[in-house]
């Protein structure tokens, strides 16, 4: 894979504070030294901060940049205040911000990301710190709308049934290339991540001939994915 790489470049804007009503969110402590865990309602965080910040004050955000809600131990569930459907520990979305917004220009469509920085303990080791990140970063690149079309494929990560998206992620959920020393030394956690030619099929035109980026991956996704 020497060689193989994309490039992003950015900066850090201001931390939002954000402050959820009352019974929309939770905390709770495993295993993890660096804090508890914070759980909060999924369609609340919608409103609040991605809605809000993304569309009603969107209209500094340049639609060909890619902005990340980068949040620390922070995870979402569509019943937090009984911490029942979690946890969402991150996704990439697209919202259309209306012209009105933004008088001088036209409608557009802008992408984002929720990414959980995971250092609480409360899953399993390979999803930690920037294991989310990469998973949702590499599905933006090749999915930024969440419709661009594959053949059927599932029943592996964290698909249990099937899906029919370039989602490059999803198939390898929780699982990670070796461990990445920065230069800062602090050591980063990827996810490793399909390839095109193991959705659409063998054989593989990817890098090394290889179907994931680790070549965890042998073959191809198989059959044409059933709910059966």
Known sequence: MLGYHTLLSGHVLPAVTVNLPGKQGLAARFGGTCGPLAIVNFDVMIRQVFNKLLVSEGANIDSSKFP????????MATNSSGGSNCCILGFHNAVTQNAAVAPD?????????????????????????????AHEV???????????????WGHTGQVGACQGNLEVGDPLTATNIPPVTGANGFTYHL???AFFP?????????VNNWFSGNNT????????????
């Open 68 to 75: 990340i809600f980068l949040f620390y131990n922070t995870v």
């Open 105 to 133: 220009k036209a409608a557009r469509v802008q992408t984002y990301a929720f990414i959980d920085f995971e250092a609480s303990g409360a899953f399993i080791p390979s999803i930690n710190d920037t294991s989310i990140a």
């Open 138 to 152: 590499g599905e933006w690149m090749d999915d930024p709308f969440g419709n661009n079309p594959t053949p059927a």
């Open 191 to 193: 996810q490793e991540l």
């Open 198 to 206: 193991w959705f659409y099929g063998a054989p593989s035109i990817a």
């Open 217 to 228: 991956f042998k073959t191809d996704a198989g059959p044409v994915c059933t709910k059966h």
